[in-house]
């Protein structure tokens, strides 16, 4: 059982499938940093506020004596639009990624020959004078 287990874990495309994991995790933070460091500030501009901070508020909440708000019903569509930008990013770059490889692949495995042999004419003459003898 463990061995099967170890041929398992070892085949090539689920060691691939991993490290594509952790590639993608890894340049998800990429992007996720270059949207709220980029992106968020340049589209903030437009509405005078943080690309992620902004929100509708459907009921005010209270303040408490330390200043926090609780009680605050709001929908955030800024940190929404902000997720939406991320994946369109990383969805992108991965279709390319995808796309430059399957080109390299298509450049590495050549056709693969069909064996010419006989034609069906051809073999049927050769059946025609096996039965003649």
């Known amino acids: ?4 287990f170890k041929d398992f874990a070892m085949k090539g495309n689920l060691v ?3 490290v594509g ?3 993608g995790a ?3 933070q990429v992007v996720t940093s270059f949207t709220g460091g980029i992106v968020s500030p340049l589209i903030g501009l437009i509405f005078n506020a943080d690309l992620k901070d902004l929100k ?3 009921s005010e909440g209270v ?3 330390a200043g926090k708000i ?3 019903v709001a929908i955030l569509y800024g940190e929404f639009l902000t997720n939406v930008i991320d994946f369109i990013i990383v969805a992108f770059i991965m279709f390319m990624v995808v796309k430059a490889v399957n080109a390299m692949k298509k450049k590495e495995e050549p056709a693969p020959e069909t064996p ?3 034609s069906q004419e051809e073999l049927l003459a050769e059946i025609r004078d096996l039965l003649k003898k």
Do not use: Q, R, S
């Not at 059982?1 to 099967?4: D, F, G, P, R, S």
């Open 1 to 4: 059982m463990l061995k099967e």
């Open 16 to 18: 691939d499938i991993a």
């Open 21 to 23: 994991f952790v590639m």
């Open 26 to 28: 890894a340049f998800k």
């Open 56 to 58: 509708h508020i459907i």
């Open 63 to 65: 303040a408490n004596e």
């Open 70 to 72: 609780t009680g605050e």
């Open 116 to 118: 010419k042999g006989p």
